[in-house]
């Protein structure tokens, strides 16, 4: 699902990224765990296309994304690729279906068809009760699930998450975590995890270290 060689990338003097090498099967759930610097959310970001590097390639699922221009590869991460981040971004003034139909308004699906499928996954993830609910009223956990939600609107072939329970407490932490492995099990995705948290580590089906700029 994910080829990546010679990703290197540096920030000013900074090699942050120092020719890592990457491939990541179809379904997997992959760790990537290091010290703070190590590059995991450069790396994390990159694999994302949220970023370009300054040399290597990559490849998800068989689409070189970095030979497409802006708008296309604008148009592949919409469609393809999900993302769950610590800090859940989403709009304090909309609804939590409402945030969750963003990357399928973004990619033009028809509205009552869209404000359906928020509606079926929102339910999934147990806040059938909470579709009206801004982010304000909902807890920690409660907005985070509504984040997992909007990653997976458009049926991305692959999710990326970096820190996803970093800013929650342990108990919506192991929620979370367990919640990550029945999606990965029920819907297929790839999921690939930037977090600290060794435990969530442990249970993926590979843990990376990444070390100085390279995978250890």
């Known amino acids: 699902m994910i080829q990546a060689k010679g990703i290197a990338k540096a920030y000013g003097q900074l090699q942050v990224l120092k020719g890592v090498d990457l491939a ?5 759930f992959v760790s990537v765990v ?9 790396l994390l970001h990159i694999l994302g296309t949220l970023d370009r590097p300054d040399s290597g390639t990559l490849s998800i699922g068989g689409e070189d994304v970095f030979g497409l221009n802006t708008r296309k590869l604008a148009a592949f991460r919409n469609a393809r690729i999900g993302f769950v981040f610590q800090f859940h971004h989403l709009l304090p003034e909309f609804t939590a279906r409402e945030n969750v139909l963003i990357p399928a308004l973004i990619a033009k699906t028809e509205e009552k068809a869209a404000r359906k499928r928020a509606a079926e996954l929102l339910d999934y993830l147990g806040l059938g009760g909470r579709l009206e609910h801004k982010p304000g009223q909902l807890s920690g956990g409660e907005q985070q699930r509504v984040a997992v939600a909007r990653a997976l609107m458009n049926s991305p072939a692959v999710v990326f998450a970096d820190e996803p329970s970093g800013n929650l407490d342990s108990a919506s932490s192991q929620e979370l975590h367990q919640l990550l492995f029945q ?11 930037v977090t600290h948290n060794e435990e969530l580590a442990a249970m993926s089906d590979r843990r990376l270290e990444m070390k100085d700029g390279l995978l250890a």
């Open 34 to 42: 290091g010290k703070s610097g190590a590059g995991k959310s450069t």
């Open 183 to 193: 999606l990965r099990d029920d819907m297929g995705q790839t999921f690939v995890i």
């Open 24 to 28: 990541i099967r179809a379904g997997e």
